[in-house]
C-alpha cells in the first residue's frame, strides 16, 4: 500500500533517518519515532538506538548522540535529549506545531489519499441468508464491515462492497416449492413468516431414516414404523419437488425466477431498514450473492482439474492440500457444489474482475476453517493474481459471538435467540430514555428541545452506544452485550464521545451568539501554549495515522482508541483553559480554534465508524 504522506511526524522520523545513514555510513534504520508516553519526555520518542546499538556492537547512548550531531532539526525542534538506555526524547517548537495545526486544519484533516493507482479493495460484508431473520451476528458482519469500508474509502481506496447473501440452493428451493404449493401471496408476505415457511420446509425434507432404522431394531409397533416411513416418503418427495424448482430456476423458468426474486426482496427489506437504522451504507448495488456465481461454478471445478490442482475422490471432485490430510470437496459425487465452489467462483470475481488487491471477509469466526482451505485452494490455482504481478492479500477477519451477561450467546428472556431487530430496538429506547431524562434538567442544552427531537437524539445515541460497543475492542473477542454499561454517557462508550462533540458545538453557538459573532470563523492560528493544549494539539496531529493503523490492522478498535483519546484530552484541556471567559482574545481565538478542530476530527472520526454527532445532547 502506498499513501502520501507529509506530516510532522513523519518529517521528524525522515530526518533522523537521514542523520543515521549520515552518522553510520552503510546503515540504514527506521528512527522507530513514537508519541511519547509521558509529558515530561517530550512530544516524540525516537528509540532507534537500542537496535541499532546492537548490530553496531555500541553503546545505544552514544549511537543517539551521534546520530543527533548529524540531524537537522532546528527548524522543527526545541530540545532533543537522549534519555535512559538511549531514547531519543523530542520537543517540538512551538512555531512548527503551530505550523504544522495550521497545515492539518484543512478539509482532508491530515489524512493521506493512496494515489490513484492503487487497487481496489473488496469487502465481503452482512451475508445474510434468504428467507431467514437476521441474528446477532450479522449485526457484526454489517457495522465492521461497513467501518472497515468507510477507513479504506476516507483513505481515498475504491471500496467494493459485497454482500455474499445466501440466496441460492436446496434449502431456498425447498422454501419457495411450499411457498408455491401453498399459493401463499408473496407480495405481502412478512419475514417471520417466511422464516417459519423456511423452517417448515426444512422440517418436511428431513429424512429420518437413522430414527426409522432404530425404530425397527427396538421392536417398535407398526403404528410408529409405519409414520416414519411415511415421514420419510414426505422427505424424499419434498426434496424432489425442491431439486424441481432449483432446475426450473436455473433454467430462467420466467414464473420461477419472479417468485424468488420476491423472497430476495422480502428478505432485503428488512435488512435495509435495520442497516438504515445502524447507518451502514448498503443497497442493492452490494448484492452478490450465492446466485450470482451459479453459472461459473462447473467452470470453477473443470479448470481446478484441468489445471491438476483437484482431482476424483470416490465420484467426488477434491481439491488435496500438501500439508494436510483433509482435502477441500468442491464437487458431490451427485453432482452438486458446495458452499466453498462459489467462494472460489467469488474470490475469482473479486480479484479478476474487479482488481482486488486486498479482499476482506467480515465473516464469523466459526468459519475460519472453510476460509482457511479456500484461500489454499485459491493460491494452489493463482487467483489471488493480479495481471501486473501483484499478489492479492485475502483475509478473513474472524469476529466473535456476541454474549450475554451469563457469558453464553445472547438469548431473550424466553430462551429464544435475538433477533437483531429486537436489540435495535431496545437499544434505542434506552437511549432515548436517557436522553428524555437529561433534558429534564432546566440546564441542559436539550432542555428546550421538542420531544420528537429529543427522540431522534436518542436513536443516535441508542445506535451509537451498540456500535461503539460492537467495535471499540478487538472484533476477533466475544464480547458481551450489557446495554447498562454501553448507553453510558461516561467511560469508553459511544455516547461520551458523541458528547464531547455536542459539548464543543454548544460552546461554538454560545460563541456565535454571543460577543463573538462579530467574527465568522476564527482565522487566528493555534498557539498551544498550556501542557493540556499541546497534548490535545499532538492527538489531532495524529487522526490520519490513526486511520491507516486501523486500515492496516483491520481494526477498528483503533478508531474507537483514538477519538476515546481525543476526548478525553479534550475534557482535560476545557478543565484547565477557559475558552469563552479567557480575558485575552488571542488566546481565546487560539484555543476556539483548537476547539473546532477537534469537533471536526470527533465529526469525522464518528462518520468514519458510521455513528451521528448530534449537535446538542
Ligand atoms: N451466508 C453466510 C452465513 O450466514 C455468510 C456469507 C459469508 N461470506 C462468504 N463469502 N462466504 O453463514
Known sequence: MSWDAGDIAEQLADRLRDAISCAFPG??????????????????????????GKTLGRNPREVAAETLACAHLEDLVEKAEIAGPGFVNLTLTLSALTRALAEHDSPTLGVPSCSAQTHPVAIDLCGVNVAKQMHVG???????????????????????????????????????????????DLDTITLEDL????????????????????????GCGPHRIAELTEQNEGAA?????????????????????????????????????????LNVALSDDNNRGESFYRDELAGVVDEFQSKGVAREDAGAIVVPFPDRERPLLIRKGDGGFLYATTDLAAVRYRVQSLGSARVIYVVDARQRDHFRDVFEAVRLIGWDMLPDGTRAQLVHLPFGAVLGKDKRPLKTRSG???????????????????????????????????????????????????????????????????????????GDTGPYIQYAHARIASMMTKYSQ???????QSQSLIHPIEPSERLLALALLRYGAALETSARELQPAR???????????????????????????????????????????????????????????
Open 27 to 52: 546503515h540504514t534504520a527506521p528512527a522507530a519515532l513514537r508519541p511519547s508516553a509521558k509529558p515530561e519526555f517530550g512530544d516524540f520518542q525516537a528509540s532507534f538506538a537500542m537496535a541499532l
Open 138 to 184: 450479522h449485526l457484526r458482519a454489517t457495522i465492521i464491515g461497513d467501518t472497515l469500508a468507510r477507513v479504506h474509502e476516507r483513505l481515498g481506496f475504491k471500496v467494493f462492497r459485497q454482500n455474499h447473501l445466501g440466496d441460492w440452493g436446496l434449502p431456498i428451493a425447498m422454501t419457495l416449492t411450499a411457498l408455491r404449493r401453498d399459493a401463499t
Open 559 to 617: 478508531v474507537c482508541a483514538y477519538l476515546f483519546d481525543l476526548a478525553n484530552l479534550f475534557n482535560a484541556f476545557y478543565q484547565a483553559c477557559p475558552v469563552l471567559k479567557c480575558p485575552d482574545e488571542s488566546v481565546r481565538e487560539s484555543r476556539l480554534r483548537l476547539a473546532a478542530l477537534t469537533r471536526r476530527t470527533i465529526a469525522d472520526g464518528l462518520t468514519v465508524l458510521g455513528i451521528e454527532a448530534p449537535e446538542r445532547m
Open 237 to 277: 418427495q419434498t426434496i424432489a419437488d425442491a431439486k424441481r424448482t432449483l432446475v426450473a430456476l436455473q433454467s430462467g423458468d420466467a414464473a420461477a425466477v419472479a417468485d424468488w426474486k420476491r423472497l430476495i426482496e422480502c428478505t432485503m427489506r428488512e435488512v435495509y431498514q435495520v442497516a438504515h437504522t
Open 195 to 218: 422464516n417459519r415457511a423456511y423452517r417448515n420446509a426444512q422440517a418436511q425434507g428431513a429424512a429420518d431414516e437413522a430414527g426409522l432404522a432404530a425404530a425397527v431394531s427396538m
Open 514 to 520: 454571543g460577543a463573538g459573532a462579530t467574527k465568522e
Open 416 to 490: 429464544e435467540n435475538f433477533t437483531l431487530k429486537a436489540l435495535l430496538d431496545e437499544a434505542i429506547e434506552r437511549g432515548r430514555r436517557e436522553v428524555h431524562a437529561r433534558a429534564a434538567a432546566p440546564d441542559a442544552p436539550t432542555h428546550s428541545l421538542d420531544p420528537k427531537a429529543l427522540d431522534a437524539i436518542g436513536q443516535a445515541v441508542g445506535i451509537a452506544a451498540v456500535k461503539y460497543a460492537d467495535m471499540s475492542s478487538d472484533v476477533t473477542r466475544d464480547y458481551v452485550f450489557d446495554l447498562d454499561r454501553m448507553v453510558s454517557f461516561e
